[in-house]
Nanobody
Framework: QVQLVESGGGLVQAGGSLRLSCAAS????????MSWYRQTPRKQRDLVAT???????NYADSVKGRFTISRNNAKNTVYLQMNNLTPEDTAGYYC?????????WGQGTQVTVST
């Protein structure tokens, strides 16, 4: 069974950085695209970044130049490095993959950016 476990969220001041991690199990990680989404209570869950199995990346316009998605296939882990954070980045961040035509989500990790 596919499991995704996020970690690394927390409280940070505006302009600061955080690195989120998502550890995957129960799947062939190296061939699977992985994504990070974020959600606030008043908004839908929005795509932040995606990385393919071969390392191609895509980002939402709002995070381009500040966030970097990467993966370590030996550790079955995907990362989201977030720099120059602003209060607008405050959200629950969720890891997601699509495997054998099923979507799998992690439990999420909260990121709060203070002014």
């Amino acid at each position: 069974q596919v499991q995704l476990v996020e970690s690394g969220g927390g409280l940070v001041q505006a302009g600061g950085s955080l690195r989120l991690s998502c550890a995957a199990s129960g799947m062939i990680f190296s061939i699977s695209a992985m994504s990070w989404y974020r959600q606030t209570p008043r908004k839908q869950r929005d795509l932040v970044a995606t990385i393919s199995g071969i390392g191609s990346t895509n980002y939402a316009d709002s995070v381009k130049g500040r966030f970097t998605i990467s993966r370590n296939n030996a550790k079955n882990t995907v990362y989201l490095q977030m720099n120059n954070l602003t209060p607008e980045d405050t959200a629950g961040y969720y890891c997601k993959t699509r495997y054998w035509e099923e979507d799998y989500w992690g439990q999420g990790t909260q990121v709060t950016v203070s002014t």
